[in-house]
């Protein structure tokens, strides 16, 4: 896996570089906003790159909290089960149907959508168990705060010129974004300054509450009068199909940076924990009385991030 | 607005992007040699 990483990098930087070769040169001019819509292929990307990981801390999460009792465990797995099915079946329902038409969702889409819960998290509790559930879990908030500052730098860059503002008070897109990265960043201020040993169990509880935001975010612009745009996929919008596949050209190149962050991020994690144990056993080894006061410290400190 | 001062609106949300994915992937170095220093410290 470690000789892997550096090929890993180098082709993500050649797919980063491809697609902003795309978004700068073979994506067509817009004829209203000019060449600034092409902001487009950065910001949309690093919203869907954040969600998609505060999705993934979710699943962990849940999956963290639930693994910590047998029967917790059982039913947290029925319990998703039950959402995939009813996901499923839901949205084919005539007048739900009907719904989804109004407001220009596929069933199909919203079936498939639905289907990601149950397999997002029985592929996590299969290949993360124990301890790498949190490792996880604050991995995929961290990197996930990264994309979402970038969401919100590069808005009000694009707003300003485009709408004249550089942010909409009270626009509920552009709130509920923002609410969304303060829940996410003091979920990362809660694990850093907090020592407890309930720190992980506190900061999986608030990641699951705060994940409420996500859905809030994503629909926030499908069933409320907003300044932002409607959206580029499905909801009615439209888009010209040469700007599309260079979004989505976008997307998979930044999809393959998070992931290779993230997986340094993992890694560093893990090391951290290994270096903080062995530091612990090493005091609690040390001859002399200052042991104990000198592992309780460490061994306190355990729950930093 | 003109499509020429609007275009530097574009560079500036490109370079922001990427100080910001730098800035993390420094301070994901910096935590790193941190890491590697307390373990050679450890190992004397």
């Not at chain 1, 850093?192 to 900061?203: E, N, P, W, Y």
């Not at chain 1, 599309?244 to 993992?266: D, E, G, K, N, P």
């Not at chain 2, 949300?13 to 450890?42: E, F, N």
Request: proline content about 5%; hydrophobic content about 55%.
């Amino acid at each position: 896996m470690k000789k892997a990483f550096p090929i890993l990098a180098v082709l993500t930087a050649l797919f980063l570089a491809y697609a902003f070769y795309q978004a700068m040169f073979i994506a067509p001019t817009d004829a209203l906003q000019g060449d600034v819509y092409r902001i487009i292929f950065y910001h949309v990307p690093s919203a869907w790159t954040a969600f998609l990981l505060f999705f993934i801390n979710f699943i962990a999460s849940v999956q963290y909290l639930a693994s910590a009792k047998p029967s917790s465990a059982r039913a947290a797995k029925w319990i998703v089960i039950a959402v995939g099915i009813i996901g499923v079946v839901v949205p084919f329902l005539p007048q739900v149907q009907q719904w989804l038409n109004t407001i220009g969702m596929y069933p199909s889409s919203a079936a498939t959508t639905a289907l990601m819960i149950p397999a997002a998290y029985f592929l996590v509790g299969k290949y993360f168990l124990g301890q790498d559930l949190d490792v996880l879990a604050v991995t995929a908030a961290e990197v996930g705060v990264v994309f979402c500052t970038i969401v919100l730098i590069t808005g009000p860059i694009w707003a300003r010129p485009v709408w004249g503002i550089w942010w909409a008070p009270g626009d509920i897109r552009l709130t509920s974004t923002l609410v969304l990265w303060l829940i996410y960043v003091s979920y990362l201020v809660l694990r850093h300054f907090s020592d407890g040993a309930q720190t992980q169990k506190l900061a999986a509880v608030l990641a699951v509450f705060g994940a409420l935001d996500i859905p809030l975010v994503y629909f926030s612009i499908w069933f409320f009068r907003t300044q932002h745009p409607q959206p580029v996929i499905g909801g009615g919008g439209s888009m010209d199909p040469r700007m599309l596949h260079v979004l989505l050209i976008s997307w998979m190149a930044f999809l393959c940076f998070a992931f290779l962050v993230c997986w340094a991020r993992f890694q560093l994690e893990k090391l951290r924990r290994e270096v903080e144990e062995a530091e612990a056993l090493e005091s609690l080894l040390e001859p002399g009385g200052s042991a104990g006061q000198t592992s309780k410290g460490k061994v306190l400190s355990r729950g930093r991030q | 607005m003109n499509s020429a001062s609007a275009v530097k609106f574009l560079y500036a949300a490109y370079i922001a992007t990427w100080v910001v994915h730098a800035s993390y992937i420094g301070s994901l170095v910096r935590r790193y040699s941190r890491l590697r220093r307390q373990m050679k410290d450890m190992g004397k």
